[in-house]
Every structure is written in structure tokens, then in C-alpha cells.
């Protein structure tokens, strides 16, 4: 399975920005889509993710500013960011939790795109 991601580079405090990201390859079931992030110095900390079409998990510092959303169909995954700040500023990955005809899982990461807030 392969991840790829789009979208991400630089924005002013309060913009916004769109990531995306598709998986493609020998998929069999994807059960949970999302991102996560990783600022210089930092953990890599789950931002958002969404399992199946519609139930979706936000960390506390994106609840109410970030948007998660899926097409089934596509295998894709788009995180809308809006009123971004400068501690928004990181790495973002996409991930993707998978499970073969024998129900084993693995989970496969994106390359990683940058998201720069500043001023």
C-alpha cells in the first residue's frame, strides 16, 4: 500500500489550508484513515483520524479548527485546516490502518508534508 499526500506549505496565522492523501496498491480493507504531525523537537502526535466514513477523532488543539473527512470510494483522505496558528506549524503524515484477507493489520505512513504557520 502506498500513501500520497498534497497540499501543505505556508499560510499566515488564521488561514487555511488542505491536505490530502490516497492510497493506492494491494489494498484489501481500510479501517482507519488519518493524520498525524510532528513539529521540530517534538513528538509525532495524532492529529485527526477518521474510521469508516464518518466517525472521527480530532486532538484537543485541532477540535473546532480541523476537519477530517474520507471517500470511501477513493481511498482518500482530506484534512481541512482552517484558523491555523503558528504552533500548527510541523510535518503532517498520513496514515492508514490496513487489513489483509487474513485480518492482519499494518499500518502504512505517507511521506510526511510540511505545513508552515507564520507571519
Known amino acids: 500500500v502506498q500513501l500520497q499526500a498534497s497540499g501543505g506549505g505556508w499560510v499566515q496565522p488564521g488561514g487555511s489550508l488542505r491536505l490530502s492523501c490516497t492510497a493506492s496498491?494491494?489494498?484489501?480493507?481500510?479501517?482507519?484513515m488519518g493524520w498525524y504531525r510532528q513539529a521540530p523537537g517534538a513528538q509525532r502526535e495524532m492529529v485527526a483520524e477518521?474510521?469508516?466514513?464518518?466517525?472521527?477523532d480530532y486532538a484537543d488543539a485541532v477540535r473546532g479548527r480541523f476537519t477530517i473527512s474520507r471517500d470511501l470510494d477513493k481511498n482518500s483522505v482530506t484534512l481541512e485546516m482552517n484558523s491555523l496558528k503558528p504552533e500548527d506549524t510541523a510535518i503532517y503524515y498520513c496514515?492508514?490502518?490496513?487489513?489483509?484477507?487474513?485480518?492482519?493489520?499494518?499500518?502504512?505512513w505517507g511521506r510526511g508534508t510540511l505545513v508552515t504557520v507564520s507571519s
Open positions: 496514515y492508514v490502518r490496513h487489513y489483509s484477507a487474513t485480518f492482519t493489520e499494518t499500518k502504512y
Open positions: 496498491g494491494n489494498i484489501f480493507s481500510i479501517g482507519l
Open positions: 477518521v474510521v469508516g466514513g464518518a466517525s472521527t
